[in-house]
């Protein structure tokens, strides 16, 4: 069975591409370089978050699981 995350965040590393709000954009937004958005809805979006941290080519999205 899959972990449920807990908490993201996107870290310093952020080059701000936007891949991440492409793939899951419930959960984050770009401005300048990407963020979580206040109060993301993790829940049943769990794969899309995972999916964009693999994806983010500067290795900024951090995935803390139950």
Do not use: Y
């Not at 899951?24 to 941290?53: L, Y």
């Amino acid at each position: 069975m899959t972990k449920k995350i807990k908490k993201v965040w996107v870290n310093s590393k952020c080059v701000g591409c936007g891949t991440c709000e492409i793939i899951c954009p419930s959960v984050f937004e770009i401005e300048n370089v990407s963020r979580v958005k206040e109060n993301p809805v993790i829940e049943g979006n769990e794969d899309k978050i995972r999916e964009a941290a693999q994806t983010c080519p500067a290795g900024a999205i951090e995935i803390e699981e139950e």
